[in-house]
């Protein structure tokens, strides 16, 4: 019988969200266009249109030895070229940001290949090889999992998920990678992920209204949100996970 | 939901001191970005660091031009922070041991301690070598032992001693189950057990202790700093041996005296840490090899507020937060001043005792009062479940509180700290209050999808199957784990939270100790330096620069 993925418990939208956005068979609805540039300019690995460096020739080229698991896995695009392994790094803000920390290690694991995704209360960071990463990036940036003022691409100094907003609605940045543009109401990155300032202004967007962050966050919240209390049966599952757990840890002998 | 007769947003009083004109419950603030100088600590460091610089000839501290290229710390507001339950306000960098003198002090205290017993030199003395031994015989010896220990001759000619003011922390104290022993001792000598402990304690002290005698060590703080833990049984042992050679009148070379070594070092010692796995390479008497039931002994808020076991378990939590996470796991075991910022969260602002009074008053609401809880699984998941609930909608209700334990590992141990601690008055088992700790931390984990940091996907994520296990290399009872059992060894805010959670079951059924009375009356002596009843009113004074600590070498420097 195939298995079936469930994905995660409760009975509020904050469940269904993540259900969904897990969910490789659900596609995520794109809310804005950041360009492969745009994209490699905020990650600041390479300058657009350079050649991606690579830390081992191309696999074709390497002479593998035989070896059945390698041929099981097919390469990513990026590991069969010999890229380097580079990350994107995000800050979620805990006032209804549409994606956290632990949901995108999960979704990650679920909708892409060849990831090592690693989880902070601050922040959480996705690595892989550079070409993989771009392609990547794009459903993390362009998709309803981003919202220009709750989210952050930051590498370093990632300080800000737990602060209050600023008074425009804006994460708090120690380094102000992106501003908000008081004159056209868009958010813009001036300086790359670890905060070294670019040559054009980037461009993601404006901040989505409370109502759409509402229906869209993974987060439970009780003054901004859906409250935790509230989904009794996410609440009903932990418990019967760790209960479970606490009575497996001495392998009982079921009747 | 239970009436909350003692939760009344313990917090909020350090919020609005924090984040003064501000609303605590406010979503939005402006983020002034004024820099290192809104910081008179930062200030003082400023002009330190120029002076260190001037008089050396080399750099120093430099945060403009350090810090993240030229962006100096300060881009948000620099926060004060409560002690909590003193009303004293500090800077976070008062409370790095480094810049606290108290909290230097609360670990020296410890680790020059050691506790010897004397029935097996008595019986060799008696047996073996036919001496008498009598009250006036223990009280020369005890005179003659604290003209010793600090460093100082008893046998030899044309000995190097040490300073007496240089040692003046340094000294021996005995104590007995035994009213009529203990009464012909000289006064200056003796731990009144009756006297420091609620009536009820003392005779269970006194019981415990029995006929035996016991003496309490505490060889000088410059010693034990200059050495290491390992020190204190040899510096005792050394001293002790010599004293009886000096008190009993025995020859120096006799075969007896080695029995009274042995005695000394090994057969009737009680360290205050086990030594560790050779891989840690430490010795005893140094952090991680304390249990945490030792610890609980060590602090003494139980002894001072025996009807506030909720108080008495935060001093613990505040005690062990500075030793495991500030002193053991950020200095021994890593490295950098960060720990220090996870660590205080446990024990500033109020925070953690408001959700613990919630959980308490819940306790007390829904079954009866503490110890009355039934010991199942479904009351675990109860208060546990409660009080987690409670405090995630206390930082979620006031953004002010999300701000102040701004990283998730401090949230992580606050709130699995007040779930671990009422499961823990609730039902009276230390190994029930872990596993509340371990259901909050999936709660959390779960509601906000972060937790604390990668230590935290460790221990607990895989807490539920071990906490209720004592079986070998399942689990442990909870008195007897400390910072090193295996999942604890490397993780930042839990080990002082879980020395208050194996403490608090005790301190809720007003036993007289956790888990060894000897300790237990050891650390109850008002002449040590710090004051092991307050650990967070002794951290206060020690950030306000009010602590005398012992162990200074101005007396031997050139004055300034």
Avoid at chain 1, 64 to 78: A, C, F, H, Q, S
Avoid at chain 2, 151 to 176: I, N, R, W
Wanted: glycine share 8%.
């Amino acid at each position: 019988m195939a298995y079936t993925p469930q994905y995660g418990p409760g009975s509020t939208s904050v469940a269904e969200n993540r259900r969904k956005y897990m969910n490789p068979g659900y596609k995520l609805e794109n809310v804005r266009s950041a360009t492969d540039e745009d994209l490699v300019l905020i990650m600041g690995h390479r300058a657009p249109g350079s050649a991606y460096p690579s830390a081992h020739p191309p696999l074709a080229e390497a002479g593998e030895p035989n070896d059945p698991m390698r041929k099981l896995v097919t390469p990513t695009e990026g590991a069969a070229a010999g890229d380097r392994v580079r990350y994107i790094q995000f800050a979620d803000s805990m006032y209804n940001a549409p994606c956290h920390p632990y949901l995108r290690s999960y979704l990650e694991a679920y909708r892409f290949r060849g990831v090592d995704p690693g989880t902070l209360s601050g922040r959480q960071i996705i690595e892989c090889r550079e070409r993989d990463l771009e392609k990547y990036a794009k459903d993390l940036v362009n998709t309803e999992l981003f919202d220009p003022a709750l989210t952050g691409v930051r590498g370093a100094t990632v300080h800000g998920h737990s602060l209050r907003l600023a008074e425009d609605g804006m994460m708090f940045d120690m380094l102000q990678r992106c501003v908000l543009d008081q004159k056209d109401g868009v958010v813009k990155y001036v300086k790359n992920q670890i905060g070294e300032p670019l040559d054009r202004p980037v461009s993601v967007g404006k901040p989505a209204d409370d109502a759409w962050l509402k229906a869209h966050t993974t987060i439970y919240h009780s003054m901004v949100g859906t409250p935790y209390r509230d989904d009794e049966e996410a609440l009903e599952y932990i418990k019967r996970i760790h209960s479970l757990r606490v009575k497996y840890g001495f392998m009982p002998k079921e009747a | 939901m239970a009436k909350i007769e003692r939760s009344q947003k313990l917090f909020l009083k350090a919020m609005k001191e924090k984040f003064q004109g501000e609303d605590p419950s406010s979503l939005n603030t402006a983020f002034l970005r004024k820099g290192l100088e809104q910081s008179e600590r930062k200030r003082e460091f400023l002009k330190s660091g120029r002076k260190v610089e001037m008089e050396r000839g080399l750099v120093q501290y430099d945060p403009k031009r350090c810090h993240l290229g030229g962006i100096p710390l300060g881009q948000r507001q620099l926060m004060t922070y409560e002690l909590s339950g003193t009303g004293t306000f500090v800077e976070g960098d008062d409370l790095h041991f480094v810049n606290n003198a108290a909290m230097q002090q609360m670990w020296d205290d410890i680790r020059r301690t050691i506790i010897v017993g004397m029935d097996l030199a008595h019986q060799t003395l008696q047996k073996r070598l036919g001496k008498e031994v009598t009250p006036e015989t223990i009280n020369e010896y005890l005179h003659i032992l604290n003209h010793a220990m600090p460093g100082a001759a008893v046998v030899q000619e044309h000995m190097v001693e040490t300073h007496p003011a240089l040692t003046s922390d340094c000294y021996v104290k005995v104590f007995t189950g035994d009213d009529e022993v203990a009464d012909d001792l000289e006064k200056q000598f003796v731990l009144p057990i009756e006297k420091l402990f609620p009536a009820k304690s003392a005779e269970a002290l006194k019981a415990a202790v029995g006929k035996s005698m016991w003496q309490a060590v505490h060889i000088p703080t410059i010693v034990s700093r200059t050495c290491d833990g390992g020190t204190t049984s040899r510096w005792s042992a050394m001293q002790l041996g010599m004293t009886f050679i000096a008190a009993y009148r025995m020859c120096a070379g006799e075969a007896a005296v080695a029995d009274l070594a042995y005695a000394a070092k090994h057969a009737g010692v009680i360290q205050m840490a086990d030594i560790l796995p050779a891989r840690r390479a430490r010795g005893p008497n140094e952090p991680g090899g304390i249990k945490f039931g030792h610890f609980g002994d060590m602090i003494q808020g139980d002894r001072k507020y025996p009807n506030d076991p909720v108080k008495a378990s935060l001093e613990v939590v505040a005690a062990g937060s500075m030793l495991f996470d500030q002193i053991w796991l950020g200095s021994y075991m890593s490295g950098g001043v960060g720990f220090t910022q996870y660590a205080t969260a446990a024990y500033t602002d109020n925070v953690l005792d408001d959700y613990t009074y919630y959980g308490y008053d819940y306790v007390k609401d829904k079954y009866g009062g503490a110890g009355k809880a039934p010991l199942t699984q479904d009351a675990i998941n109860d208060i546990a479940g409660e009080v987690t609930l409670y405090a995630m909608e206390q930082y979620e209700q006031f953004p002010t509180v999300l701000e102040d334990h701004f990283g998730g590992s401090q949230r992580a141990s606050v709130i699995a700290a007040a779930s671990g601690l009422s499961t823990s008055h609730a039902t009276g088992n230390s190994n029930a209050g872990l596993n509340g700790w371990y259901l909050s931390m999936l709660m959390h984990k779960e509601g906000w999808s972060r937790l604390g940091f990668f230590g935290y996907d460790l221990q607990d994520q895989c807490g539920s199957a071990n906490s209720m296990s004592i079986r070998p290399d399942e689990g442990l009872l909870g008195e007897l784990r400390g910072p090193n059992y295996p999942n604890y060894a490397m993780n930042v805010g839990h080990q002082g939270e879980y020395a208050a959670i194996v403490s608090a079951p005790h301190y809720s059924r007003q036993d007289a100790w956790v888990m060894n009375p000897l300790i237990k009356i050891t650390f109850a002596d008002p002449a040590l330096v710090f004051d092991f009843a307050e650990p967070r009113r002794e951290f206060a004074k020690g950030a306000i620069r009010e602590f005398m600590p012992a162990g200074e070498r101005s007396l031997i420097i050139p004055a300034r």
